[in-house]
Nanobody
Framework: QVQLVESGGGLVQPGGSLRLSCAASGSIFSIYAMGWYRQAPGKQRELVAIISSGDSTNYADSAKGRFTISRAIAKNTVYLQMNSLKPEDTAVYYC??????????????WGQGTQVTVSS
């Protein structure tokens, strides 16, 4: 069983930055891709960014140029650096671990989420 624990959320002004962290309970990055998702009130959960087991990355259009996903293998931690934050980035951000098969990601594990609020 993989456990994922997010941290780093909070209140930030528009244009500001935050770095989210997701600590995994073991050395899973060689097996699992890691993803960041978010869910705003009244909306469906949406993909923000993915980093594969091979270290390739993909971003939602809303995140391109502003967010960066990375990982520290020795620390079993994946990060989401968020810059130039906008009010529409306000959401609960979730970390996930999954495997790629048949042209889609099967997200097997989820963290509890961390709240990000962008407001002046």
């Amino acid at each position: 069983q993989v456990q994922l624990v997010e941290s780093g959320g909070g209140l930030v002004q528009p244009g500001g930055s935050l770095r989210l962290s997701c600590a995994a309970s073991g050395s899973i990055f060689s097996i699992y891709a890691m993803g960041w998702y978010r869910q705003a009130p009244g909306k469906q959960r949406e993909l923000v960014a993915i980093i594969s087991s091979g270290d390739s990355t993909n971003y939602a259009d809303s995140a391109k140029g502003r967010f960066t996903i990375s990982r520290a293998i020795a620390k079993n931690t994946v990060y989401l650096q968020m810059n130039s934050l906008k009010p529409e980035d306000t959401a609960v951000y979730y970390c996930s671990a999954g495997q790629y098969s048949n042209n889609y990601y099967d997200w097997k594990y989820w963290g509890q989420g961390t709240q990000v609020t962008v407001s002046s």
